[in-house]
């Protein structure tokens, strides 16, 4: 737990620039835009907003947040050093990223020669002349800079002599920040440890002969964000000061040897004050440190002061949030985050957890926003039926047969090919059965489903028709849809939202299909997940036969009935209280 004394880290996070890079992920501006409001809230000092002039999209971006700026967060303009044997002063490519109009800058130059002599196809020297004509240059402009040492720890373990020389061409160019990048994510934690800390005692050595650095002395800038200040403020300071602040050191860690927050980690107890990384983990090859891990790893166990404790419980909503915009199904077993992260499902686990949940969660849920649940499964003792229940407002009384027969009805179900741990929903409409309480809001008749499939069309038509009773009442109806299920869906809504008008509201957001013994063939029995939404909350529903279509239509018909059995509990919650 973190207190007034804990030491600061400043968070800096690259989700819209090397999180995007991730195969299969793609954002327009008003993803970006929504993303970097949502950083704002959770209280990331630093967020990179990409690279102005590369896309347009980018250039857009930053206009965007010059008109409506952040909160509180500095938006950074990442960009390279300038090309070989030209001039800082006149690369377009520093036009764009002073038009871009933010007060930091994050500049990446290369550390390791290999990169120098091969990729660059230029000298050690002129790589040197490089960092330190684009670090003056902007500077001059009133920029305030974060220098990214790219494969920093490849370039030291190679030629350790060279990759200091770029660092110390950075310090004297006035570079703010020192940020260490592990681009290739093939470093250990040991081999970070002993690399950051020497890098400090050597950047702490040049400090000391080096008056101007301001090591030692009053400077008229921290290397912090100051979103008091304007860019106009800040350039005359820049401009009209001699001195820079000692730079303070900072990781960026990728994911390739499954290290990525361990070696971030190992970083900051070596000295490091900035952390770079991405919500979620997202970022091209194995993905970058991810924040979502980090955060509250050094918060909450290393005591390090990163946001607030209020901002740290949106760390749940922040995730998934992201997860959302950017398309991509949320990581269910993600420390911290996922859904199953405070998840229990053996019911001695359960039990303990009951009486002191420290026996199973090394930190409580809600610290970060989430939530714990209790699982439930073929493996469920009559503890998670009983801590289930109640968690859906149920009480069982574990002396009475009910929550017996409860668990038994569960664990038939499951030896059918049922799986109620992902389908919530269908396991508190069969509490409810159980309990002789299940609503009766409609009664399928019966159904047809009939597809035409012609020669050549990549597209098929369905027809469904559907006998319903509801209220006495029998209706039949019929609708089509682009296959099967959506044309029982359709035909399902069609007879009964007049009716239940709500149901308009109700969207199946997902479905999936497991084949159970696929060694049977087509005889195969299925199980179908369903999962439905009405704009606040979600639930999943099951269905198991041998027929695709009989599965789906358990899922679907139960996830309408739960639908309208929330929305029931929400009115009678409403007419209570008025």
């Not at 979103?227 to 000061?241: F, I, K, P, V």
Request: some cysteine.
């Amino acid at each position: 737990m973190t207190t007034n004394s804990s030491p600061q880290l400043w968070l800096y996070d690259t989700t819209l620039r090397d999180g995007t890079q991730r195969e299969g992920l793609s954002v327009s501006i008003e993803d970006k835009l929504r993303i970097a409001k949502r950083l704002d809230q959770l209280g990331i000092p630093f967020i990179e907003g990409g690279w102005p002039g590369a896309n347009p999209k980018d250039v857009q971006f930053f206009w965007q947040l010059q008109e409506n700026p952040l909160k509180q967060a500095e938006i950074v303009a990442f960009c390279s050093t300038r090309r070989p044997n030209s001039t800082a002063a006149s690369e377009p490519m520093l036009q764009d990223i002073l038009a871009a109009g933010t007060r930091w800058v994050t500049i990446f130059g290369k550390s390791w020669d290999l990169h120098v002599t091969t990729g660059l196809k230029t000298t050690l020297e002129e790589n040197l002349a490089m960092i330190s004509d684009t670090i003056e240059y902007l500077r001059s402009q009133g920029r305030r800079i974060i220098y990214d040492a790219e494969h920093w720890f490849d370039g030291y373990k190679h030629n350790r002599d060279y990759a200091l020389q770029t660092l110390e061409a950075a310090i004297a160019s006035g570079a703010e920040w020192l940020v260490l990048c592990d681009t290739n994510g093939g470093t250990l934690p040991h081999e970070i440890s002993q690399i950051v800390q020497d890098v400090i005692r050597v950047t702490a050595e040049w400090g000391m002969g080096h008056g101007e650095w301001g090591m030692g002395k009053e400077s008229t800038q921290s290397p912090m964000p100051n979103t008091s200040a304007t860019l106009g403020d800040a350039t005359r300071t820049l401009s009209t000061s001699a001195q820079c602040p000692m730079p303070q050191i900072g990781i960026h860690t990728h994911n390739d040897s499954e290290m990525a927050v361990a070696n971030a980690i190992a970083a900051v107890m070596a000295g490091a004050k900035m952390v770079q990384g991405t919500i979620n983990g997202y970022g091209e090859r194995c993905g970058n440190a991810n924040l979502c891990s980090l955060i509250p790893n050094l918060q909450l166990k290393a005591g390090y002061s990163c946001i607030t404790e209020d901002q740290l419980t949106q760390l749940t909503e922040a995730s998934r949030f992201v997860s959302e915009v950017v398309n991509l199904a949320p990581d269910e077993h993600a420390p911290f985050v996922g859904r199953s992260a405070f998840a229990h499902k053996g019911g001695i686990h359960v039990s303990a957890v009951e009486r002191n949940p420290l026996t199973y969660e090394h930190i409580q849920p809600e610290q970060v926003g989430n939530s714990r649940r209790i699982v439930i499964s073929e493996q469920s003792g009559l503890s998670n039926v009983l801590a289930k229940a109640r968690s859906f407002g149920i009480e069982l009384d574990q002396q009475k047969a009910e929550a017996r027969e409860i668990l038994q009805r569960l664990k038939d179900l499951e030896s059918e090919g049922f799986q109620f741990e992902a389908a919530e929903a269908s396991f508190v409409l069969l509490m409810h059965e159980a309990l002789g309480g299940r609503q009766k809001f409609f009664e399928v008749k019966g159904f047809q489903v009939h597809c035409d499939l012609i020669e050549g069309k990549e597209t098929s038509n369905a027809l469904a028709t559907v006998k319903v009773a509801v209220e006495g009442k029998n209706i039949l109806e019929a609708a089509e849809g682009n296959g099967p299920v959506a044309a029982l869906d359709a035909a399902l809504r069609k007879a009964l939202v007049n009716f239940y008008p709500q149901i308009a509201t109700f969207d199946l957001t997902d479905y999936k299909v497991r084949i159970l013994n696929g060694h049977t063939g087509t005889a195969a029995k299925t199980r179908v997940l369903v999962e439905s939404g009405n704009g606040r909350q979600r639930w999943t529903t099951v269905g198991v036969s041998t027929n695709i279509l009989a599965a789906s239509y358990q899922a679907v018909v139960e996830g309408l009935e739960y639908g309208l059995l929330l929305q029931s509990q929400a009115e009678a919650v409403l007419k209570a209280s008025s």
